[in-house]
């Protein structure tokens, strides 16, 4: 099992940017990939960013596609999420999460979660 804590959200105005982090414990050798969701009040969780297990694969939400840089550092057993440009619409409690099944965009092979962290956009 591996354990996730997602840190850095907090309150941030339009336009400005944001680094979110996650530190895994536990058997972080088995993780395939890592990704970010979000959910937003009132709506389902929606998938942000996912990278494979060396880091040399990324794959993006069209919502977020260049702005956001999701990037793992394998050493230290974390990843981060660069959020640059940041709208109101980006407001949402942020998820870490490992699959150690696959590189995918469902949140149906992810087996490990971490609690979420709040980014607040202003406008």
């Known amino acids: 099992q591996v354990q996730l804590v997602e840190s850095g959200g907090t309150l941030v105005q339009a336009g400005g940017s944001l680094r979110l982090s996650c530190t895994a414990s536990g058997r972080f050798f088995r993780i395939h990939a890592m990704g970010w969701f979000r959910q937003a009040p009132g709506k389902e969780r929606e998938f942000v960013a996912v990278?494979?297990?060396?880091?040399?694969?990324?794959s993006y939400a069209d919502s977020v596609k260049g702005r956001f840089t999701i990037s793992r550092d394998n050493t230290q057993n974390t990843m981060s999420l660069q959020m640059n440009s940041l709208k109101p619409e980006d407001t949402a409690l942020y998820y870490c999460?490992?699959?150690?099944?696959?590189?995918?965009?469902?949140?149906?092979?992810?087996?490990?979660w971490g609690q979420g962290t709040q980014v607040t956009v202003s406008s």
């Open positions: 999460a490992a699959s150690s099944i696959a590189f995918s965009r469902s949140e149906a092979y992810y087996t490990s």
């Open positions: 990278i494979n297990a060396s880091g040399g694969s990324t």
